[in-house]
Every structure is written in structure tokens, then in C-alpha cells.
């Protein structure tokens, strides 16, 4: 059984930094991709960043809305995955969602992730 757990969420200012962590326990952690979401208020759920299963630079994805200011990253060793977000604005405010993809490489779809954290609130005051 896969549980993932998130952590780092807070209230923070317009300009501030934030680091989420995704701790996953189970086993095969370094062989599936990984992804953080994230749902505003009022909206759907939508896709943030997502990491290959090695990590590399050159697999690491982003939607436009956070390209420059948010940095997803793993360490396999220790199962976790990172979302370091610079720079916040006010309509990052959201709660995220760490996932696992069924594959190496995941994908920008929900369809594409088997497991899901309960999230955890990020609210950028203005």
C-alpha cells in the first residue's frame, strides 16, 4: 500500500517562498514519476509539476502558470519528492496534492496518477 504525505503548506506573503515536501511510503518509490497539483477555490483541480523517475533536470515539467518560479525535485534515497515555489502570488493560492504516476515518466492528466496525498494548504496573502 502506497501512502503519501505532504507537508510545508502555510500562510505566506505575496513575493515569499515556500518548500512542499511529499513523503511516500511503499515500496519502488525511484521507479514512477511523481507530480504535484493543486485546486483554488471554486476550481478544478489542476496539474503543477511533474518529475521523472530518475529526477534529472531534463525530466521536469511545469505548467506555464509556475515555469521560473517553481522547482519540483526528488531525492530516491529517501523517498520524497519537493516542490520549491518562489516568488508566490496570490492565485497560487490553492491546496496541493502530491501524486504517483502509474509510469516512469507521468503526464500532465490526473488519469495518469494511481495515488494521492490529502494535500496541504498554500495561502498567499496580497
Excluded at 502506497?2 to 521507479?31: P, Y
Aim: proline content about 2%; aromatic content about 12%.
Amino acid at each position: 500500500q502506497v501512502q503519501l504525505v505532504e507537508s510545508g503548506g502555510g500562510l505566506v506573503q505575496a513575493g515569499d517562498s515556500l518548500t512542499l515536501s511529499c513523503a511516500a511510503s511503499g515500496r519502488n518509490f525511484g521507479l514512477h514519476a511523481m507530480g504535484w497539483f493543486r485546486q483554488a477555490p471554486g476550481k478544478e483541480r489542476e496539474f503543477a509539476a511533474g518529475i521523472g523517475w530518475g529526477g534529472s533536470s531534463s525530466s521536469r515539467y511545469y505548467t506555464d502558470s509556475v515555469k521560473g518560479r517553481f522547482t519540483i525535485s526528488r531525492d530516491n534515497a529517501k523517498n520524497t519528492v519537493y516542490l520549491q515555489m518562489n516568488s508566490l502570488k496570490p492565485e497560487d493560492t490553492a491546496v496541493y496534492y502530491c501524486a504517483r504516476a502509474v509510469g516512469l515518466r507521468g503526464g500532465v492528466s490526473e488519469a495518469e496518477y494511481d495515488y494521492w496525498g490529502q494535500g496541504t494548504q498554500v495561502t498567499v496573502s496580497s
